[in-house]
Nanobody
Framework: QVQLLESGGGSVQPGGSLRLSCVGS??????????LAWFRQDPGKEREFVAG????????TVADSLKGRFTISRDSAENTIYLQMNTLNPEDTALYYC?????????????????WGPGTQVTVSS
C-alpha cells in the first residue's frame, strides 16, 4: 500500500509561485498502474480536484480553471510528483493533498482515491 507525503507548502504573496512535492513510499514501491492527483480544500468548502497524472505514460489533466497557471509532473526515479503553481492569488489558499488510486483514468472525484497524504498548507496573502 503506497504512502504519500506532501511538502513545499508555505506562504507567498499574490503573483508568486510555489512547487509542491509528493513522494510515494516505501522507496522503490512501484507506482505503475496508479493515478496520482492533487486536490485542495479550504475550510468550509468541498475538496476540489486540481490536477492528475497517470504514472505509466505521464498523461496529465489539470482542472480547467487552473490551466495555464498550474502544471503537474512526475519524476519516476524519485517516486515523486510535483505541482508547479504560478501567478498565485488569495483564492488559491488551501490545504493541498496528494492522492493515489489504481487505474488508468484520471478521475476528479475525491472519494474514488484510496490513498491520501496529510496535506501541505498553501497561503497566498499580501
Amino acid at each position: 500500500q503506497v504512502q504519500l507525503l506532501e511538502s513545499g507548502g508555505g506562504s507567498v504573496q499574490p503573483g508568486g509561485s510555489l512547487r509542491l512535492s509528493c513522494v510515494g513510499s516505501p522507496s522503490g514501491y512501484t507506482l505503475s498502474g496508479y493515478i496520482l492527483a492533487w486536490f485542495r480544500q479550504d475550510p468550509g468548502k468541498e475538496r476540489e480536484f486540481v490536477a492528475g497524472i497517470r504514472w505509466t505514460g505521464g498523461t496529465t489533466t489539470v482542472a480547467d480553471s487552473l490551466k495555464g497557471r498550474f502544471t503537474i509532473s512526475r519524476d519516476s526515479a524519485e517516486n515523486t510528483i510535483y505541482l508547479q503553481m504560478n501567478t498565485l492569488n488569495p483564492e488559491d489558499t488551501a490545504l493541498y493533498y496528494c492522492a493515489a488510486k489504481r487505474g488508468v483514468e484520471i478521475l476528479t472525484k475525491p472519494s474514488l482515491y484510496s490513498n491520501w497524504g496529510p496535506g501541505t498548507q498553501v497561503t497566498v496573502s499580501s
